[in-house]
């Protein structure tokens, strides 16, 4: 069973999250490089992808791997002003713009999508092989919606590209896999296009509700994310698919400002979603602990990662 944490590079500071993952029995480290905004995600991960970092988590037996809002490394900007085609055209527009994603239906665009991940992926080499490489962090759509991509819907672009990916990153190493993220707008299930047989599902049910469980029927928030999920796995394999959880998430508690405040999840909620998850036959779990630094366990201690791993124990 894979069990972790995500996190973000400053929240290091202060803790010691290589020895604590492994006096409490956690295998898997997600370094995050954070959301919203472009950014150098290279350089904001840091030392995280530094030699002397990994064999750290490797002689303490954890594995690690790079969870990534990576649009602009995808699909560098400057291709812009030569190849606009390769750039969506937002539904309200009419002309093509640099925001936003790529153009799924374009051949050509998709194969700088995968030479990127290729190079992406043989710089950051997870020790899992699974790569997580995300398209912009968005709540609304930022996908393409010219004449040729119109029909498809986000979800079915983006596993077009994650596809494209997937076969450029098997070129360097055989074990590579590519994460299909449903989030936001691609949460839901891809009719028109089929994952290829390196893609494996991340569910990331960021608009859920965590005063009830994943799987209550009483809750018509989760009710919709619930049914997301099945109809996901109608294409996925439940094996291979993997929960990226908001359980002990403090920055969303918070609000993503400091200081930070306490995740607001129940140990009887994450029981009950894991319960629900396992199931299915689903058995890789991660949840983002950002903003759980230093200056988080001095001020609350750390009940809640303790009541996550204590929870996770049970199955």
Same mark, same amino acid.
């Given at each position: 069973?894979?069990?972790?944490?995500?996190?973000?590079?400053?929240? *290091?500071?202060?803790?010691?999250?290589?020895?604590?993952?492994?006096? /409490?029995?956690?295998?898997?480290?997600?370094?995050?490089?954070?959301?919203?905004? =472009?950014?150098?995600?290279?350089?904001?991960?840091?030392?995280?992808?530094?030699?002397?970092?990994?064999?750290?988590?490797?002689?303490?037996? !954890?594995? @690690?791997?790079?969870?990534?809002?990576?649009?602009?490394?995808?699909?560098?900007?400057?291709?812009?002003?030569?190849?606009?085609?390769?750039? %969506?055209?937002?539904?309200?527009?009419?002309?093509?713009? =640099?925001?936003?994603?790529?153009?799924?239906?374009?051949?050509?665009?998709?194969?700088?999508?995968?030479?990127?991940?290729?190079?992406?992926?043989?710089?950051? =080499?997870?020790?899992?092989?699974?790569?997580?490489?995300?398209?912009?962090?968005?709540?609304?759509?930022?996908?393409?919606?010219?004449?040729?991509?119109?029909?498809?819907?986000?979800?079915?672009?983006?596993?077009?590209?994650?596809?494209?990916?997937?076969?450029?990153?098997?070129?360097?190493?055989?074990? =590579?896999?590519?994460?299909?993220?449903?989030?936001?707008?691609?949460?839901?299930?891809?009719?028109?296009?089929?994952?290829?047989?390196?893609?494996?599902?991340?569910?990331?049910?960021?608009?859920?509700? @965590?005063?009830?469980?994943?799987?209550?029927?009483?809750?018509?928030?989760?009710?919709?994310?619930?049914?997301?999920? /099945?109809?996901?796995?109608?294409?996925?394999?439940?094996?291979?698919?993997? !929960? *990226?959880?908001?359980?002990?998430?403090?920055?969303?508690?918070?609000?993503?400002?400091?200081?930070?405040?306490?995740?607001?999840?129940?140990?009887?909620? %994450?029981?009950?979603?894991?319960?629900?998850?396992?199931?299915?036959?689903?058995?890789?779990?991660?949840?983002?602990?950002? @903003?759980?630094?230093?200056?988080?366990?001095?001020? @609350?201690?750390?009940?809640?990662?303790?009541?996550?791993?204590?929870?996770?124990?049970?199955?």
């Amino acid at each position: 069973m894979r069990k972790g944490v995500v996190i973000t590079p400053s929240d *290091l500071i202060g803790v010691d999250w290589v020895a604590k993952m492994k006096s /409490l029995g956690l295998n898997t480290l997600g370094i995050h490089s954070g959301g919203g905004a =472009a950014h150098d995600v290279l350089g904001v991960l840091g030392k995280t992808i530094e030699p002397e970092f990994r064999e750290r988590l490797r002689a303490a037996g !954890i594995d @690690y791997e790079y969870e990534l809002h990576v649009s602009q490394e995808l699909m560098p900007r400057n291709l812009f002003t030569s190849h606009p085609e390769y750039f %969506i055209q937002p539904f309200r527009a009419k002309e093509r713009s =640099a925001n936003g994603n790529w153009c799924s239906a374009r051949t050509e665009a998709l194969g700088v999508v995968g030479n990127c991940a290729r190079s992406l992926g043989e710089k950051l =080499a997870p020790s899992t092989h699974r790569h997580f490489f995300w398209g912009e962090d968005s709540a609304a759509s930022s996908w393409c919606h010219c004449d040729e991509c119109a029909a498809l819907s986000d979800a079915e672009q983006y596993l077009l590209s994650v596809n494209a990916m997937a076969g450029q990153l098997r070129q360097f190493d055989p074990e =590579a896999q590519v994460a299909f993220l449903a989030y936001c707008s691609t949460m839901e299930r891809p009719r028109r296009v089929q994952p290829a047989g390196n893609v494996f599902l991340e569910y990331a049910p960021f608009n859920r509700c @965590y005063r009830h469980a994943i799987d209550d029927a009483d809750c018509c928030v989760n009710r919709r994310h619930w049914q997301a999920l /099945l109809d996901l796995l109608e294409e996925f394999d439940p094996a291979t698919t993997h !929960i *990226l959880e908001y359980w002990l998430d403090s920055s969303l508690f918070s609000n993503w400002r400091k200081p930070a405040k306490k995740p607001e999840t129940t140990p009887e909620i %994450i029981r009950r979603d894991l319960r629900a998850y396992r199931q299915l036959g689903i058995d890789s779990f991660t949840t983002f602990a950002v @903003y759980m630094d230093g200056e988080y366990f001095d001020t @609350y201690g750390d009940r809640e990662l303790l009541d996550y791993c204590e929870s996770l124990n049970q199955f």
